[in-house]
C-alpha cells in the first residue's frame, strides 16, 4: 500500500454546520484505513491550478470527514460539490499528532483549527477539548467532542458561549492535569498555546498552515522556518508538518 | 506502439518527458506513487556550491491558469547532492540531470567541474532564476554575458551542458545562439516570467518576495512561441517547456521544434501526468503512423 496516493472519493454526506462552515463526508475505504489524525487531504478542485490542503476531521469506517470554511474561489467551488460527487484527492498528507497511549492531553482548536482536533482527541485516552470561537453562531462540532467522550471547555471572544475571552484562559486552569498539549488554530493562538505550555513544562505540538504546491514534500513552497542543529532553517509543512512541536517553531520566522 | 525514446546530446531518454526543476525535488517523494523510470529523465532542484536557506513564505500564489513561486533555490548544496541525493537518483534508471545555478561565473565553474566527475548524465546551466538577489537572471538577460558564461563553464566541463533560457529577454533566438556558439550542447526554455499577485485588501503582495517566477498553462502560448524561434536559430537540441498539463500540450511543443519536454506545475494538480501525458502521445503517434516521437519535432508549417 502506497504511504500516500491519488485516491476518489464519495461525496456522501454534506451539510453547512455554521455560516460558510462545510460538513463533508467522503466515502473510500482505503484511504480511510491508514489516515491518521493530524495528517491532511489535497484536494483537486476543477478550474484551478493548485490542490486545496484540508485537515482530516473524522474517520469513521470507511469515511473521511472534512469540515472547512469558505475563504476564497476554491474553497467556495469546493462547497458547491454535490452528494454523490467524486472528489480527486492526493493523500494522506503530512505527519499528524503523536498521541501517546495511557496519557492524558488537551486538544486546543481555535475557529476554522478545530476540526482537526477531533480525530486527534479520539486518539487519546484521556481528552480535554478546549474550544476557542468568534460567537456563539461560529461554535462548531462542540456536540462531536462531547460524544466522544471529552471534557469540554469553551471560549467566544464576545461571551455568547461558554466564557468570555481567549481558549489560554480555561486552557490555564486544567493544564496541571494534563501530558501534553494539542493545538492548531490562528498564529497568535499558537503562540499564547505555546508560551503557556513552556512556563508550565508540557509539551507542546501545533499544526501549521502554508501555501502549498505539490503538498508531498517535492516543491519546497511551504515553508515555515524552523530551530535546527545549525541554526534557523525552512522546513515543510506538508512533509515535515503540518504538526510540529512548538519549542521547534521559529515563531517570528 | 511508436517508439518514444529520444536521444538528446549523446543521452538516450525513455521518453521525451522530464520532470522540470524546483518540481519534482531529487525524486523520492513522486518516487513514492510510480518508479521514476517512467520519465524520461529528472531535472533536480536547483543546487548551488553551498546549501541556501531559501526565501520566506508564503513562496506560492495563484494566478487565473497559473501559479507564481519564489522559493529561492533553497537546497542543500552541491556536496550533499552528490554524496547525498545521487546515488539513489542514479539507480532509477532515468536520466539525472543536475541544475546549477552560482552567484558568480566561478561558482558555476567550480559545481561544473564537480559534476562532471559525478553519475549525473547532463548539466543544466539555470541562469535564468527570477528569485535571487545575485545572479540568477542577471547571468541570462544579454547575448554578451551568456555567451561568456557558456564558454567558462564549458571549459569546465565534458558532460553534456545544457543551457536553461530566461523568458525576461527581447530576443531569445539571439541568446539561444550566443550559447550555442560558446559550446552549450542543447538549450531548455522557459523558466518562469516575472510576475506579481497582491491582496486588495491589505496591498500587500501576497508572495513574501514580491514578485515571483510564473510557471503552469498560462505561460504556454509564450513558451510555444519561444521554443520555435529558437529552433529555428540554432542546431543543437532544444527542451521545450512552460505549462505543458496534457497530451495536446506535448505534442504541440514538439511540432514547435522541441526535442525533449519538461513538465513542472501540473505535476501539482496531476502527480500521475506524466504517465497519462506518455499514453496520450503514444496514440497520437499511432494514429498518425508516425514510428517514433522525434519524427514529431519540427513538423511545424509556420504560415
Ligand atoms: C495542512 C493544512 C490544513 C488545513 N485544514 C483546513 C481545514 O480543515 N479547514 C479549513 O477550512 N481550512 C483548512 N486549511 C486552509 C485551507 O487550505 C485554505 O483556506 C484554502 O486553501 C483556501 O483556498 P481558497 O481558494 O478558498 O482561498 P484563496 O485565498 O483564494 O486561495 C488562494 C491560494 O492560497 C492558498 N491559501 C489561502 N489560504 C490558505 C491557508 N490558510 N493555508 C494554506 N493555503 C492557503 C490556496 O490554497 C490557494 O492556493 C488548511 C491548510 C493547511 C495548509
Ligand atoms: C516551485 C518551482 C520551483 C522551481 N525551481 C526551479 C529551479 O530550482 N531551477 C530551475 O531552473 N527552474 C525552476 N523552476 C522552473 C521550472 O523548472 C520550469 O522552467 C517552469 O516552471 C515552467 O514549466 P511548467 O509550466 O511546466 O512548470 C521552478 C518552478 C516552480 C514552479
Ligand atoms: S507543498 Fe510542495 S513541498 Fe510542501
Known amino acids: 500500500m502506497k504511504k500516500y496516493d491519488v485516491h476518489m472519493l464519495e461525496l456522501v454526506e454534506k451539510s453547512e454546520i455554521a455560516k460558510n462552515i462545510f460538513d463533508f463526508k467522503l466515502k473510500n475505504a482505503q484511504i480511510a484505513k491508514i489516515t491518521e489524525p493530524g495528517q491532511f487531504l489535497h484536494i483537486a478542485v476543477p478550474g484551478m491550478v493548485l490542490r486545496r490542503p484540508i485537515s482530516v476531521c473524522d474517520v ?40 501517546e497511549k495511557g496519557k492524558t492531553y488537551a486538544f486546543v482548536g481555535g475557529g476554522i483549527g478545530v476540526p482537526p482536533m477531533l480525530y486527534s482527541a479520539k486518539r487519546a485516552e484521556k481528552a480535554y477539548a478546549v474550544l476557542g470561537f468568534a460567537n456563539k453562531d461560529a461554535a462548531i462540532l462542540c456536540g462531536d467532542f462531547k460524544e466522544a467522550g471529552c471534557e469540554l471547555f469553551i471560549a467566544t471572544e464576545d461571551g455568547s458561549f461558554g466564557v468570555r475571552g481567549f481558549v489560554t484562559e480555561p486552557l490555564e486552569n486544567i493544564i496541571d ?20 505550555c513552556r512556563k508550565n513544562g508540557k509539551p507542546c505540538q501545533v499544526s501549521l498552515e502554508e501555501r502549498m504546491g505539490c503538498g508531498i514534500g517535492a516543491c519546497l513552497v511551504c515553508a515555515c522556518k524552523t530551530h535546527g542543529e545549525n541554526g534557523d532553517e525552512y522546513k515543510h509543512v506538508c512533509k515535515n508538518g503540518p504538526v510540529f512541536n512548538a519549542e521547534e517553531v521559529a515563531w517570528n520566522g | 506502439m511508436a517508439d518514444l525514446s529520444v536521444k538528446i546530446c549523446g543521452v538516450t531518454l525513455n521518453n521525451p518527458l522530464i520532470a522540470a526543476s524546483g518540481t519534482f525535488g531529487f525524486g523520492h517523494e513522486y518516487g513514492e506513487l510510480y518508479p521514476l523510470s517512467t520519465l524520461g529523465g529528472i531535472s533536480c532542484k536547483g543546487i548551488t556550491l553551498l546549501p541556501r536557506l531559501g526565501n520566506p513564505p508564503p513562496r506560492i500564489a495563484e494566478g487565473k491558469d497559473g501559479i507564481l513561486n519564489s522559493v529561492g533555490l533553497q537546497n542543500p548544496g552541491v556536496d550533499h547532492f552528490i554524496n547525498d541525493d545521487l546515488p539513489w537518483l542514479m539507480r532509477q534508471n532515468t536520466a539525472v540531470i543536475a541544475n546549477i545555478a552560482g552567484n558568480t561565473v566561478e561558482e558555476y565553474c567550480q559545481m561544473a567541474e564537480r559534476l562532471d566527475d559525478s553519475g549525473v548524465d547532463m548539466i543544466e546551466m539555470n541562469i535564468s532564476c527570477p528569485n535571487v538577489k545575485h545572479g540568477g537572471v542577471a547571468f541570462g538577460t544579454s547575448c554578451e554575458s551568456v555567451g561568456n558564461i557558456t564558454k567558462q563553464v564549458r571549459a569546465h566541463c565534458k558532460k553534456p551542458l545544457i543551457v536553461k533560457l530566461s523568458p525576461n529577454v527581447s530576443d531569445i533566438a539571439e541568446i539561444a545562439k550566443s550559447a550555442e556558439a560558446q559550446g552549450a550542447d542543447a538549450v531548455s526554455l522557459i523558466n518562469t516570467l516575472t510576475g506579481m499577485r497582491i491582496d486588495i485588501e491589505t496591498a500587500r503582495p501576497i508572495l513574501r518576495n514580491n514578485t515571483g517566477g510564473m510557471s503552469g498553462p498560462a505561460v504556454f502560448p509564450v513558451a510555444v512561441r519561444m521554443v520555435w524561434q529558437v529552433k529555428n536559430a540554432v542546431s543543437i537540441p532544444v527542451i521545450g517547456m512552460g505549462g505543458i498539463s496534457s497530451w495536446q500540450d506535448a505534442a504541440e511543443m514538439l511540432i514547435a521544434g522541441a526535442d525533449a519536454l519538461q513538465i513542472g506545475t501540473v505535476l501539482f494538480n496531476d502527480p500521475y501526468a506524466p504517465i497519462k501525458i506518455c499514453k496520450g502521445l503514444n496514440d497520437f503517434l499511432d494514429k498518425k503512423g508516425y514510428k517514433s516521437v522525434s519524427e514529431l519535432t519540427a513538423t511545424i508549417k509556420p504560415w
Open chain 1, 60 to 99: 469513521t469506517d470507511d469515511c473521511i470527514r472534512i469540515v472547512f470554511r469558505i475563504k476564497g474561489d476554491g474553497t467556495r467551488r469546493l462547497s458547491e460539490a454535490k452528494k454523490g460527487d467524486m472528489l480527486d484527492v492526493l493523500g494522506p498528507l503530512g505527519n499528524g499528532f503523536d498521541i
Open chain 1, 177 to 196: 492535569r494534563v501530558d501534553g498539549v494539542c493545538a492548531c488554530g490562528p498564529i497568535p493562538m499558537l503562540k499564547a498555546v505555546a508560551e503557556l
